[in-house]
Structure formats: structure tokens, C-alpha cells
């Protein structure tokens, strides 16, 4: 029965990605980055949602893409001066990552309407070890990385023209669920946070704080985009809130461990300009400018088999800033030339504490 | 009463877009007091990344009725 179902599933998104006007990700090829913005795009109305209300008639888009991230060499030493001793860590591993989208557009009332759902999943796993004299002789350790993200959205698009300008607004719902975990089979050691505190052999923090998060959150845009001269513009903000979350932090030592459940917390907000100077029928420069900060807190209290009480808060803040341009040219039909520099400024800031209270009382 | 300092000196990342490919500082601070009845331990652990990427993108895109050609060549470079 499953097999049949599957079977009806996939012969139906055939169909959609087949009969219907395709969409071809024209400008968007799968990089290391997306060039957003450099040559324009059909698909421009998923940043901007006041670009939906140009298009015309029914549209029907489907998209895949696949990621392959191969990481070597990922290391880190813990360095404790004091003892004079040194824990080089290294580790290789990959991440799988598919991304796929389904969506259509039409005409409604005075604008358009767009639907798109969006399923994305990744799963990385990382495999390492550690070499380290110690301060009670040389051992030995191999360790593991796990992450894991499943993530659905749903979101409904609408754009119409109010006098010389297009406007546009998106609302959408997603449901995420992303895991953190690592261990060190050996000890028998799953998601230890005490290592970097006073076990530095078996600290694996720097590269993956451990979290169980599974939470909804509700995101909203609005746009507009216009002409003034020679000069177009799109303009969108952005802005999402988590909700109805729940998180969990699980560490086991052997048959003992502790037990850490709360919830997610956070807001994500961003802008994002786009300009194009024509400087004649075939050329024209675009430039791009776009900023964002995004807060992530998880937390958690539990009990630990001491028996003790443990409480613990995980603080992720990002920043990023992209400015980029480059120039568009379409010397003949069906031809187009186009060239872009992009700068990126990525920072990235992450916070933990923990706290574990034995009361015998 | 003890305090350990650990400080990460070295973390590489050879993929740049798992944007952790900067240098990352780790510091903790420890006070932990075992062999009393009553005890409590914590620590702060703060992980900081900048990271700064350059990518340089060029697109061609030709398309007539018998050939259509499409090449988008990235070069991105990131510290």
C-alpha cells in the first residue's frame, strides 16, 4: 500500500514538473552562494514577493537541489596553559542536504497569488579523533558528530500594483526540527558538557553544541519594488518568531547522565535592497545590499542520576551583510552576459551555560 | 576552588559554507568545588566566528532553437 502511494506521489509531481511552464531557476544555479540579484529572475518574487505582481497567467514551479558538503580536516586544540598540555582534535565528514519546493501563481483579484511549500533535510555525520599526551599519560579517543534538520514551510505570496509602485506581502508557517549530537563511544560519552570544564580530552563543544529542538515558527514579509528613471528597485523586510517550541538536552554517561527539557526562544529579522542602473537597452549594473540578525536561544532544566538539579541555556546570535554588483548585458536575444563581485560579512556568536546544583536537603 | 582556562587556538573548517572557517575563541571559566555535601558547578562557554567572504560570479546564458547553453562559474574566498 505504501509502495502504491509513493508510487501515486511521485508520478504526480512528474506530471506538475513536466506538463505545466517550468521554471527554470534561470539565474540561480547551485553555488557555494546565490548571486541573488545579479541577473533578473523569474524567481526574484521568493525574496521579494512585490515582483509576483508582474507575472502573468498560471504558473506552476517545481525545484530540487541537492548539496554535497565534504569537510576535511576540521580541527581544534584545546590548549590548557597551566599544564602546559595540548588535545589536537581532527575530524572529517559530510552533509547531505535536499532542498525542494512546489508552488504555483495566478492571477487574484487586482494581484497575484502565489502558494509555494518547501521541504528541506539535511543530515551531516562526522567521524574524528584525538591524540593527546594528557596530564596522566598519552590516550587515545575517536568521536562522533551528528546533525540533523528537518524543515516543511508553507507560504502564500501576494503582490498587486498601487499606482506607479508594485507592493507585495508574504505570511508563512514552518515546522523545524534540528538535532546536535556528539559522542565519544569509547567512554560511552553522549553529548558530555563537563569536558570543557575540567576534561579537555573529552571536550567537543567547539564543534558541536548538542540540542534536540522542534518548534513552529510564523514568518512575514513585506516588499515593494517601483522605477524611478533609469533606476528599478526592489525593496523587502523580513521577519520571523518562533512558537509552541519545545527543546531537550539529553547527556549519558554509560547508564547515568541528566536529562534537560525547555524551549526555544528567538527572533529573526532582516532587509534586503536591490537596485539596477540601465545604462543603455542592453546593459544594465546592478547593485545588491542586504542585512540580517537572527537570535536563537535554547534552554532547559532537568534532573541528573547524581541526583542533582541541572539547568542550561544555549544563546546563538548571527549577523550577516552581503553588498555586492556587477553589470548585466544582453548583446543579442536569447544571450546574456553578467559579472558580479559580492562581499559577505558573517558573524556568528554562541553562548552557553551550565549549572548543576546537588542539594542533599 | 579551581579555574581552568581552556582557549581554542586552531579551528579550521575546509568548507566555507558552513561558515565556521574563521577563528573561533572558546574561553571557560570554572568554579567547582567537589567534597562538600552541598556543591554547585557552572560554566560559560562563548564561541565567536567572523567571517569574511569574496565571490566573484560570472554567468552566461545563451539560448537559440537548436542550443541552449548555460554556465554560472563562482570563485568565493573566505577568512
Not at chain 1, 581532527?90 to 501563481?105: C, P, V
Not at chain 1, 558538557?193 to 567537543?204: K, Q, S
Not at chain 1, 537572527?294 to 541555556?313: H, L, M, V
Not at chain 2, 573548517?13 to 552541598?38: E, H, K, Y
Amino acid at each position: 500500500m505504501q509502495k502504491r502511494v509513493g508510487f501515486i506521489a511521485v508520478v504526480s509531481m512528474l506530471a506538475v514538473l513536466l506538463a505545466l511552464p517550468s521554471w527554470g531557476w534561470q539565474g540561480r544555479m547551485a553555488g557555494l552562494g546565490d548571486a541573488a540579484g545579479l541577473v533578473a529572475d523569474e524567481s526574484d518574487f521568493l525574496i521579494h514577493p512585490a515582483a509576483i505582481a508582474t507575472g502573468k497567467g498560471f504558473n506552476a514551479y517545481g525545484h530540487y537541489r541537492l548539496t554535497y558538503e565534504k569537510t576535511k580536516n576540521w580541527e581544534y586544540s584545546a590548549i590548557v596553559p597551566m599544564m602546559g598540555r595540548i588535545y589536537p582534535f581532527t575530524a572529517d565528514g559530510r552533509l547531505w542536504k535536499h532542498e525542494g519546493q512546489l508552488g504555483a501563481a495566478l492571477g487574484l483579484g487586482p494581484g497575484r497569488l502565489g502558494v509555494f511549500f518547501d521541504y528541506t533535510t539535511a543530515s551531516g555525520k562526522y567521524t574524528g579523533a584525538e591524540v593527546y599526551e594528557g596530564q596522566f599519560g598519552p590516550g587515545y579517543e575517536n568521536f562522533e558528530l551528528e546533525n540533523k534538520l528537518d524543515n516543511f514551510a508553507l507560504k502564500a505570496i501576494y503582490g498587486l500594483p498601487v499606482g506607479p509602485v508594485n507592493v507585495g506581502a508574504e505570511l508563512g508557517l514552518a515546522y523545524v526540527k534540528e538535532e546536535q549530537k556528539n559522542l565519544m563511544p569509547t567512554e560511552m560519552l553522549v553529548n558530555y558538557p563537563w569536558g570543557a570544564e575540567d576534561y579537555p580530552e573529552y571536550n567537543l563543544l567547539p564543534y558541536m553544541i548538542p540540542f534536540d529542538s522542534k518548534y513552529w515558527e510564523a514568518n512575514a514579509k513585506v516588499s515593494a519594488a517601483g522605477k524611478t528613471g533609469p533606476v528599478s528597485y526592489m525593496f523587502t523586510l523580513r521577519g520571523g518568531l518562533p512558537f509552541a517550541t519545545d527543546n531537550e538536552y539529553v547527556h549519558l554517561v554509560e547508564y547515568n547522565g541528566f536529562w534537560a527539557e525547555g524551549k526555544v526562544k528567538g527572533f529573526n529579522v532582516a532587509g534586503n535592497l536591490w537596485m539596477r542602473f540601465a545604462v543603455s537597452d542592453n546593459i544594465s549594473l546592478p547593485f545588491v545590499v542586504s542585512t540580517g540578525f537572527k537570535k536563537i536561544t535554547r534552554d532547559g532544566a532537568g534532573f541528573s542520576s547524581a541526583p542533582s538539579t541541572i539547568e542550561y541555556e544555549h544563546e546563538a546570535k548571527d549577523i550577516f551583510v552581503t553588498v555586492g554588483g556587477g553589470a548585466e548585458m544582453t548583446p543579442a536575444s536569447g544571450t546574456r552576459l553578467a559579472a558580479g563581485l559580492y562581499y559577505n560579512y558573517l558573524k556568528s556568536d554562541q553562548n552557553m551555560q551550565f549549572m548543576d546544583t546537588f542539594d542533599p536537603s | 576552588m579551581r579555574w581552568i582556562c581552556v582557549s581554542v587556538a586552531d579551528y579550521a573548517q575546509s568548507a566555507a559554507t558552513l561558515n565556521n572557517c574563521g577563528p573561533v575563541r572558546m574561553i571557560f571559566d570554572s568554579p567547582f568545588m567537589p567534597g562538600l555535601s552541598w556543591y554547585t558547578r557552572s560554566f560559560g562557554a562563548i564561541r565567536s566566528a567572523v567571517t569574511h567572504c569574496f565571490m566573484l560570479q560570472v554567468l552566461i546564458d545563451y539560448r537559440s532553437y537548436l542550443l541552449s547553453l548555460m554556465d554560472r562559474t563562482d570563485l568565493e574566498i573566505c577568512f
